[in-house]
């Protein structure tokens, strides 16, 4: 059977059961439908005197168009853990509709580790990413309205930062003119649109800890300098309030459960290339104080989410990961190592072992933080005898803690060896603390960052961005935390240097300023803001039949 026909079999049980085995009162609840709900923000102030579960982070190997198995293996471990007696939640990203339309298909796990109900979950769910859509596009809206009225706030037509959003993968939007057709339209500038997931106000929801930290964030947010060079930011407007009423259901983190039962929050969706890559804060600390184990998951590579997580976001929101898990496959392994695509299929212990050193490095990686590190090796149907007992040869030289993960196939049955050494590793010695000071300069945060993580010699600024980083300095942002965009299919920044490159120049072409999100992003390479569909799309594939059925999402 397909994803799509297992989900179909499973039987759900009522979002309201879930709920109160979890410890969520029916008063913080509101259900859409039979099989999802939302849980007001507000009761974390009702459990915020509990104690914190454990925190394990799922993060992986650089990925591949092969497959690590990342989300699948977060769902999956959560499963083990209950099976094995441990009260656990786990808290994911929502799907963005572009990729799903795109090239991706679904994003709710797999097999038998699925967050359902899983075409509710990878269509429009409860709404959060639409509403985050409108509030970004008011912001768009009000500025060119300002411009055309009068502008009071001398706002530099030429030096507006903030483009317009939408949740679809559109290249053709990617650069536009707007206010064409008379001066009634307003005043003809450049333009462009860029994916709802990599909009400020998606990390700004992601982010904020309650309506007052969102209304606050949102009136941080810096849309563009006047002309006199100094920043306008959206407060100087006054819609940041108007901004945070669109988004005060979307704050609440969504309650659904695993094909086994397992309560899980699907919440929030920034990209871990582009922005910190994680779900909401809120949902997190919410499902820390609810249960023994927390399961999140980081996007793409340990290098990009997983680094993130570590450096940023637990220190924002005060977590202190209790085990770091890298998802690796051995197919993603092999084209790592420089095997093709299209002999996957084939035995390559070559390319395997080449490939082996992008885990070894993900794994010293993610170690340098203190935190227990174990790698679980997703398997898959034509991994062959001899690249299995390779792989776990090693990771045994290399002293790295390793176990094979079924989840796809068996559920949590699946995970159950991956959950005892995850608990076995929780209770040992850890001393986590973030590589990065968020108070460094930025220019210390990215010199440790790129030879720490990114395994270069050295680091350039170009022109631009050494530019901003003057505009940055001068306006007090020189030492604020730092997110790198770059490119998730290498731990460089060049997509085709695969593997372990190491010594060579770390480029940055551009510095951001995402105010209200709290983090100047480092913009390395050509980061695509906007994706396209490919000529033969998902959205090629995905039909419904008189009956309301679905198919084609996977």
Same mark, same amino acid.
């Given at each position: 059977m397909n994803d799509l026909e297992i989900a179909r079999q499973a039987q759900l049980r009522p979002i309201t059961e879930i709920a109160k085995e979890a410890g969520i009162p029916v008063e913080y609840l509101k259900p859409y439908g039979n099989s999802i709900a939302k849980v007001s923000h507000k009761f974390y102030d009702v459990l915020k005197e509990r104690p914190n579960g454990k925190l394990i982070l799922v993060t992986a190997i650089t990925p591949t168009s092969a497959g690590e198995g990342k989300t699948t293996t977060s769902i999956g471990?959560?499963?083990?853990?209950?099976?094995?007696?441990?009260?656990?939640?786990?808290? /994911?990203?929502?799907?963005?509709?572009?990729? #799903?339309?795109?090239?991706?298909?679904?994003?709710?796990?797999?097999?038998?580790?699925?967050?359902?109900?899983?075409?509710?979950?990878?269509?429009?769910?409860?709404?959060?990413?639409?509403?985050?859509?409108?509030?970004?596009?008011?912001?768009?809206?009000?500025? !060119?309205?300002?411009?055309?009225?009068?502008?009071?706030?001398d706002i530099d037509s030429t030096q507006i930062f903030w483009p317009r959003a939408m949740d679809m993968n559109d290249r053709a939007l990617r650069s536009i003119v707007v206010g064409l057709g008379g001066r009634s339209n307003g005043f003809p500038r450049e333009d462009g649109f860029i994916i709802t997931a990599a909009s400020e106000v998606m990390a700004v929801l992601c982010l904020a800890k309650d309506i007052?930290?969102?209304?606050?964030? /949102?009136?941080?947010? #810096?849309?563009?300098?006047?002309?006199?060079? !100094?920043?306008?930011?959206?407060? %100087?407007?006054?819609?940041?309030?108007?901004? *945070?009423?669109?988004?005060?259901?979307?704050?609440?983190?969504?309650?659904?459960?695993?094909?086994?039962?397992?309560?899980?929050?699907?919440?929030?969706?920034?990209f871990a290339n582009i922005a910190h890559g994680t779900n909401s804060i809120i949902a997190t600390k919410m499902a820390l104080k609810l249960s023994d184990f927390v399961v999140t998951e980081a996007g793409f590579g340990a290098d990009l989410g997983g680094e993130k997580f570590l450096d940023f976001v637990s220190p924002v929101g005060e977590f202190e990961p209790a085990v770091v898990v890298i998802?690796?496959?051995?197919?993603?392994?092999?084209?790592?190592?420089?095997?093709?695509?299209?002999?996957?299929?084939? @035995?390559?212990?070559?390319?395997?072992?080449?490939?082996? @050193?992008?885990?070894?490095?993900?794994?010293?990686?993610?170690?340098?933080?203190?935190?227990? #590190?174990? #790698?679980?090796i997703n398997i898959f149907p034509d991994d062959t005898s001899g690249e299995k007992k390779l792989l776990g040869e090693l990771c045994k030289e290399n002293n790295i803690p390793y176990e094979t993960s079924t989840v796809w196939k068996n559920g949590g049955k699946g995970g159950v060896?991956?959950?005892?050494?995850?608990?076995?590793?929780?209770?040992?010695?850890?001393?986590?603390?973030?590589?990065?000071?968020? %108070?460094?300069?930025?220019?210390?945060?990215?010199?440790?960052?790129?030879?720490?993580?990114?395994?270069?010699?050295?680091y350039t600024l170009e022109p631009k961005a050494r530019k901003m980083l003057k505009v940055l300095k001068k306006q007090g942002f020189g030492d604020y935390p730092v997110i790198v965009a770059k490119t998730q299919y290498s731990i460089s920044d060049d997509a085709k240097k695969l593997g372990a490159p190491s010594?060579?120049?770390?480029?940055?072409? !551009?510095?951001?300023?995402?105010?209200?999100?709290?983090?100047?992003? *480092?913009?390395?390479?050509?980061?695509?803001?906007?994706?396209?569909?490919?000529?033969?799309?998902?959205?090629?594939?995905?039909?419904? !039949?008189?009956?309301?059925?679905i198919t084609g999402l996977f």
């Open positions: 471990l959560a499963m083990a853990l209950n099976r094995i007696g441990k009260k656990t939640f786990v808290t /994911l990203r929502e799907p963005s509709l572009g990729p #799903v339309m795109g090239i991706k298909g679904g994003a709710a796990g797999g097999g038998y580790a699925q967050v359902l109900p899983m075409e509710e979950i990878n269509l429009h769910f409860t709404g959060d990413i639409h509403a985050v859509t409108t509030a970004h596009n008011l912001l768009s809206a009000s500025i !060119d309205a300002h411009i055309k009225f009068g502008n009071n706030l007052s930290d969102l209304k606050e964030r /949102l009136g941080n947010i #810096v849309l563009g300098l006047n002309k006199h060079g !100094d920043f306008v930011r959206v407060r %100087d407007l006054g819609v940041h309030g108007a901004m *945070a009423a669109v988004l005060k259901d979307a704050i609440d983190p969504n309650l659904v459960q695993t094909i086994e039962g397992t309560p899980a929050f699907v919440h929030g969706g920034p998802v690796a496959s051995i197919r993603a392994l092999k084209l790592n190592g420089g095997a093709d695509k299209k002999s996957l299929g084939s @035995e390559d212990i070559a390319a395997l072992k080449k490939g082996f @050193e992008n885990l070894k490095v993900h794994y010293e990686n993610m170690r340098k933080y203190g935190v227990p #590190v174990v #790698v679980a060896a991956l959950a005892e050494r995850v608990v076995e590793l929780s209770n040992t010695s850890n001393q986590f603390k973030p590589l990065i000071s968020l %108070d460094a300069p930025i220019e210390e945060k990215l010199k440790i960052i790129t030879k720490e993580i990114y395994r270069a010699g050295s010594g060579y120049n770390f480029q940055i072409r !551009d510095l951001t300023l995402s105010a209200g999100a709290g983090f100047v992003v *480092a913009v390395s390479g050509d980061i695509m803001l906007m994706p396209g569909l490919p000529g033969n799309s998902n959205a090629q594939k995905i039909d419904i !039949d008189e009956n309301g059925e």
